[in-house]
């Protein structure tokens, strides 16, 4: 095997984290021991970090397993990673780290390829309102504290809600009755410090948000990251305690604890079927013995019974039965509209 093909493979063979003995590396590359630790020093001097580890099962190890080899990426690979890297900007993490990656990869492709990925680039493109302004050192300094499970500290700002408008059933998320619900984040008060034990990651509709259990308020709590500043993930280390469903919590804090009214119906469909009348962003949909169940968040009950009219199928109201008298009002108004209407013809 040439130098250079040896090389990589020894570098492929190190970010398994494994540690290999001289004469192990020897015998695998049908070379001799003295030529595995000139190839060890060779890569050494290309700045890979590898220890030599002492003992009769000593050898050559890499002291991290961050060695990237060389990439070898197929057609339909390197078009799966150029999605990947244009959805960030989707996701609100687009990095300077992204885009040299993707000019990167465009200058590894050939040219029909090329052209692919610029395609994908000019195709996909977020609307104003739907980026979240997250910093991606955020999301890593959290995601890093979840899986060490250590602490994470933040200063965390909430606008004051007192002036939002209603909301319809397709502009919230809501979770259906039953599951356990989690206070959202108090709102109207300045930037506060935070110290908690974060529990998970989770994005829905436009927003990262975390999940986790605030050691002042000793509850748990949901926290957009959008909100959140001087993020750091700090090394002491918590056990996990109980907790609810990470993403039912956040639907439920986000949507069904925000607004004044849950409304819980019954559909004799499919959950697709529900699907075209409620996004996945605004309702719960579950499955049911006769059919789903439909749960959502809102303030105002005369504009949920105008949504529920316009729903071409019958629609049972199970909560709030406030809501049953809302439709009977709405059914009069339009019966009285419809008899005083084209009288003039």
Sequence with gaps: MPGNARLLS?????????????????????????TIRCDIAELRALGYIIASVPGTAGGYR???????PPLQLGSGEALATAVGLALLRGAGLNTPHADSAARKLSE??????????NDI???????????PGIDIASVIALASAISGQTLATFDYTVPDRRGRGRSSPRSATAAPRGRQTVAPAETGRPTESRRVEPVQLVVLGAHWYLFAWDLVRRDWRVFRLDRMSDVHATTLEFSPRPHPDAEAAVSSAVTTAAYSHTVIIGMRSTVAEAGQWFSSRA??????ADGVRIAFGIDDLATAATHLAMIPVPVEIID??????????????????????????
Aim: glycine share 8%.
């Design 10 to 34: 020894l570098l492929s063979a190190f970010a398994s984290g494994r540690t290999f003995s001289a004469a192990e590396l020897a015998a695998d590359f049908a070379v001799t021991a003295r």
């Design 62 to 68: 890499a002291e991290s397993r961050t060695m990237l």
């Design 108 to 117: 590894m492709l050939p040219a029909q390829m090329r052209g692919s990925l």
């Design 283 to 288: 309702a719960t949909i579950t499955e049911a």
């Design 121 to 131: 680039g000019t195709a996909v493109s977020v609307p104003q309102g739907n980026v």
């Design 320 to 345: 709030p039965p406030e809501l049953i008298d809302q439709m009977a009002a709405l059914a009069q108004r339009a019966q009285s509209t419809a008899a005083n209407s084209g009288k003039g013809r």
